[in-house]
């Protein structure tokens, strides 16, 4: 499996960005695809997640401004940001898990200014 990210940039407080990810090799319905992200000097931390089903859990820090999307046969997975804040600010990775391997794309940047 492979992830490639694209959508990142600089957006003011308030703006808006579209993350997506395009997925390469199969994608079995029991995998789990989210977006992670990683501020400096803190640990990576799962921003949202989308099941197979189309059932969604977001952290609470974005709940309300955030809406994860896939696409047909798993082969994107979205992530609108809307009313971005400073704290957004980070790296966002796409992410698969699946039983048998834990997959990841190496990162799009996101900086959100006051």
């Known amino acids: 499996v492979q992830l490639v990210e694209s959508g990142g940039g600089s957006v003011q407080a308030g703006g808006s960005l579209k993350l997506s990810c395009a997925t390469s090799g199969y994608i079995s319905p029991t995998c789990k695809m989210g977006w992670y992200r990683q501020a400096p000097g803190k640990e990576r931390e799962l921003v949202s997640r989308i099941m197979s089903d189309g059932t969604t859990t977001y952290v609470d820090l974005v709940k309300g401004r955030f809406t994860i999307s896939q696409g047909n046969d798993r082969n994107t997975v979205s992530l609108q940001m809307n009313n971005l804040k400073t704290e957004d600010t980070a790296v966002y990775y796409c992410?698969?898990?699946?039983?048998?391997?834990?997959?990841w794309g190496r990162g799009t940047q996101v900086t959100v200014s006051s």
């Open positions: 992410n698969v898990e699946c039983g048998w391997g834990n997959y």
